[in-house]
């Protein structure tokens, strides 16, 4: 009996040190999953954008891009983000939305920015959406949604129209997971906190959509693809309150007026 | 690994063919069931219960193919729905997934190559006790007399 358990021991200690010893190569660099994942996620990303480019109308008024390019920089600077990753595009509709794509290409409709009372509202959204590029939400997403297969023969040539802008519409106008959603919003609470913007703006916000969300749910993409909002903000307000920090404004009331003005004129036009 | 002994008595011809068949059920088994490893236990626990009622030498080595069974169970169905949990959900591939899969592999060779020899040698009727499995197998397999 004692020489079974001894066996029996050593077998299960062999196994745990071979899968131990093993484990301390870096076969992910041998293998170079990384570099293959990298290259499917970066091809995706301007595949799909070129679709929106074409398709839909971008604003590129100056004081709108650089009202939004402020905000992303301070964010990036303060939560030592590296800015070039992130591509944000404004595009001229009248949907409250805003999604990120593969290869950290962040896409704003405009309506969303006028809707934002302060540029701390804006933010708190910004900060979302890079905290999916950030944590990487975005391909998990697409492999959960049309697999790791489709995703490389689309990024390899085999261009199926109807796939691709059926997964572009799954990242644009759906959900992530319940818990990759609460990450977001978390991570999104610390690169605020970070960047000394009140996140309390942001929990606002979703407060304020979620009001109004029954009244015009068809405009409120960003809301009503983001379940519970009221949970969501109070959450968030929840995190926040172990957070101290002194907060300070992001931007200038001028500035912010003026990409308002903007907007509406792009609007009447 | 194995360790060849001498069985309590000889056993006649019929006898190695058929305690010979329980390492050929694992390792057919093997082939057809590798990407789901319940397959080979369950042909396994097949074989044995079909020959529970045989005789000593046949029953000792239809329980040894058995328990064998059992371990590998555990590590594959670990690296299959490693497998599934990436290929389906965020998991992602990591050194420590590729490690466990080379390591599950080297434990299945080892066992694959081990059910050869054992099936050849127990078909010449010489009794092969594994290495902890052969143990296990006498403290269970008892002789009927």
Request: charged residues 20%; aromatic residues 12%.
């Amino acid at each position: 009996m004692k020489k079974l358990i001894i066996q029996s021991f050593t077998g299960v200690l062999l196994f745990f040190l071979t899968w131990f010893a093993l484990a301390q190569i870096n076969w992910v660099s041998i293998f170079n999953t990384d570099k293959a994942t990298d290259k499917t996620e970066e091809k995706l990303g301007t595949l799909f954008w070129d679709i929106i480019k074409k398709t839909e109308k971008e604003n590129k008024t100056s004081s709108v891009t650089a009202t939004v390019d402020t905000i992303v920089n301070k964010i990036c600077v303060a939560n030592a983000i590296d800015r070039k990753s992130i591509k944000v595009h404004i595009i001229e509709k009248n949907e409250i939305n805003a999604f990120a794509l593969p290869n950290g290409h962040l896409v704003i409709y405009s309506a969303l920015l006028a809707n934002s009372d302060n540029p701390e509202e804006l933010s708190g959204v910004i900060c979302h959406e890079i905290a999916h590029i950030e944590l990487n939400h975005v391909f998990k997403k697409l492999i959960k949604e049309v697999g790791i297969s489709v995703l490389i023969s689309t990024s390899t040539g085999n261009r199926n129209t109807e796939v691709i802008q059926e997964t572009l519409k799954t990242l644009s106008s759906t959900a992530f997971d319940r818990g990759l959603e609460k990450e977001a919003d978390i991570k999104a609470v610390d690169y605020l906190v970070n960047t000394k913007i009140n996140p309390e703006a942001f929990a606002n916000f979703l407060y304020k959509l979620s009001d109004s969300e029954k009244k015009t749910a068809k405009y409120l993409t960003w809301i009503s693809t983001h379940p519970e909002s009221k949970e969501r903000s109070k959450y968030i307000v929840e995190y926040c309150k172990k957070k101290n920090a002194n907060y300070k404004k992001i931007l200038n009331t001028k500035n912010w007026n003026k990409m308002q003005e903007d907007l509406k004129i792009a609007t009447q036009n | 690994m194995t360790q060849t002994s001498t069985f309590s008595y000889t056993p006649g011809e019929h006898e190695a063919e058929k305690a010979s068949n329980s390492y050929l059920m694992s390792l057919i088994a093997l082939i057809a069931g590798l990407p789901l490893p319940i397959i080979n236990l369950i042909a396994t626990l097949i074989f044995y219960i079909g020959n529970r009622k045989g005789t000593y030498f046949v029953r000792w080595h239809c329980t040894q193919a058995l328990l064998s069974q059992f371990s590998m169970l555990f590590i594959n169905s670990f690296g299959f729905w490693w497998t599934i949990s990436i290929i389906f959900t965020d998991e992602t591939i990591t050194s420590k997934y590729i490690a466990y899969l080379i390591t599950a592999f080297i434990f299945n060779l080892t066992e694959f190559i081990a059910t050869i020899y054992t099936a050849i040698q127990t078909r010449k009727g010489i009794h092969v006790e594994w290495w902890f499995y052969g143990s296990l197998t006498n403290l269970i397999c008892k002789s009927k007399q």
